[in-house]
């Protein structure tokens, strides 16, 4: 058996926070995970739906992978990725630094993984992995998913090497911190403004405060999008809620960061995005238990108040935001 030494296998809310804090405890850098969630300007929205899908997808934070690069942008780390085709090449890429004595992160696909009871196609997902033998590689994951776990070797290959949407070439990487790390609070105001600027001008309409706009306007016809609502609705709203996807979880997260810049910084644009978001946080809970219940019900009536809140998510989204560009 190969592990790492002295690692704090500790689960959080979200996978690529929990891989993020696995690997830079291990570099003595400990920070809290809304901290580590805001300095990577974590937090977005997308709408996003097509012909080819088959019910609309709901995101609430950047794209995978992306906070781990921002974060380490931020703070000064030396990220080292690696992707490759070959399977053989991907194993010797997180063997080589496990057996230096280095927790790795890797992406991969959460329906190959022996102790995810849920099997739903995510290609998205991050891990850190600390050790490894014959029959298990041993790694960590959400708390929901049990904290420090393991996987046979053959499904996480299976697990790296699928191919489909938000799927990474069997990557992985690992952070190294400089002698001398940047006081997080020193990077507040950088991390906060990216975040806001992307937020407030979006490319396309789908994403940032016009994608949950566009949310408010789509919702209320999911009745009629789907091939079975009591199916469907229930389980966009329990990923709304519990995984984070477009709902409460990374709201509660950026709430949290909010809080703690807040005592690090006497600003009261913190202050005043503080409070938004933990309106936001409450509005999002609102909305995934009227779609579980128009989902049970059939009753378009609540997807129409879910709509509604939709709106008034957009406009205090927006002014939080608004209160973030001028810190």
């Known amino acids: 058996m190969t592990m790492v030494r002295d690692i704090d296998a500790r689960g959080m809310r979200h996978c690529e926070t929990t891989a993020l804090g696995v690997l830079l405890r291990h570099e003595g850098l400990d920070l809290s995970e809304p901290m580590l969630f805001g300095l990577g300007s974590g937090l977005s929205f997308i709408y996003w739906d097509s012909k080819a899908m088959a019910f609309p ?18 703070l000064g780390l030396d990220l080292q990725v690696a ?5 053989r090449k991907a194993w010797q890429n997180v063997a080589a630094p496990v057996d230096a004595g280095r927790p790795v992160g890797l992406q991969l696909d959460s329906y190959h993984l ?7 196609h995510f290609g998205g997902h991050i891990v850190a992995m600390y050790g490894y033998d014959e029959r298990n590689a041993y790694l960590v994951d959400t708390a929901q998913q049990g904290g420090a776990v393991s996987t046979s070797p053959t499904g996480l290959a299976r697990a790296r090497a699928e191919r489909g949407p938000m799927t990474a070439r069997h990557r992985s990487f690992t952070l190294a911190a400089p002698g001398s790390l940047p ?5 507040i105001h950088s991390a906060v403004r990216t975040c806001a600027a992307a937020f407030l001008n979006p490319p396309i309409a789908n994403l940032g405060h016009r994608g949950i706009e566009k949310a408010a306007r789509n919702v209320p016809k999911w009745l009629r999008r789907s091939d079975d609502p009591q ?21 509660n997260l950026y709430r949290d960061f909010l809080a703690e810049c807040a005592e690090l910084l006497d600003s009261g644009h913190l202050r005043t995005a503080h409070r938004l978001y933990s309106e936001a946080a409450t509005l999002w809970t609102q909305v995934a238990a009227l779609v579980t219940a128009a989902g049970t019900s059939g009753d378009q009536r609540t997807l129409t108040q879910a709509g509604s809140v939709l709106h008034e998510l957009s406009r205090v989204e927006r002014e939080a935001m608004e209160a ?4």
Not at 59 to 68: C, N, S, Y
Not at 114 to 120: E, I, Q
Not at 238 to 251: D, N, S, V, W
Request: no cysteine.
């Open 57 to 74: 997808f709901l995101g609430g934070r950047v794209k995978p992978f992306e906070l781990t690069k921002n974060l380490a942008s931020v």
């Open 83 to 87: 992707e490759t085709t070959s399977p």
């Open 114 to 120: 022996d102790y995810f009871s849920t099997k739903v």
């Open 183 to 187: 006081s997080p609070q020193d990077r």
């Open 231 to 251: 199916e469907d609705l229930p389980q966009a709203a329990l990923l709304m809620e519990k995984a984070g996807t477009g709902g409460a979880l990374f709201r």
């Open 324 to 327: 973030l560009s001028s810190l």
